[in-house]
């Protein structure tokens, strides 16, 4: 099983980025999956999660009403739009997949797989 991220880069405070997960799990749909994400000196923290279906989300307070969570289930992917973008944004922004649902993703935070990764620099 792979989760290849991707959508990172360099962006300036205020703007967007919209990241990816492609997996490569035969069932994706019985996966809840998320995002988190490691600043520099930092230990990974929670970002937004997604239900198998779509159908129920759930965001870190800090990107609340700013980061959007999505997935296609037909291409197997899941996306993390973020706007209004700050510089406490910053870090590497890693999907995970886990079998056990959302809650168990978000309490937990030790999910069944993790992708490798993507960096997301925002310049004040």
């Known amino acids: 099983v792979q989760l290849q991220a991707s959508g990172g880069g360099l962006v300036q405070a205020g703007g967007s980025l919209r990241l990816s997960c492609a997996a490569s799990i035969r069932t994706f749909s019985d996966y809840a999956m998320g995002w988190f994400r490691q600043a520099p000196g930092k230990e990974r923290e929670f970002v937004a999660a997604?239900?198998?279906?779509?159908?129920?989300?759930y965001y870190a307070d800090s990107v609340k009403g700013r980061f959007t969570i999505s997935r296609d289930n037909a291409k197997n992917t899941v996306y993390l739009q973020m706007n209004s973008l700050k510089p406490e944004d910053t870090a590497v922004y890693y999907c995970?997949?886990?079998?056990?649902?959302?809650?168990?993703?978000?309490?937990?935070?030790?999910?069944?797989?993790w992708g490798q990764g993507t960096l997301v620099t925002v310049s004040s």
């Open positions: 997604i239900s198998w279906s779509g159908g129920s989300t």
């Open positions: 995970a997949a886990e079998k056990n649902g959302l809650g168990y993703l978000i309490q937990r935070a030790r999910p069944d797989y």
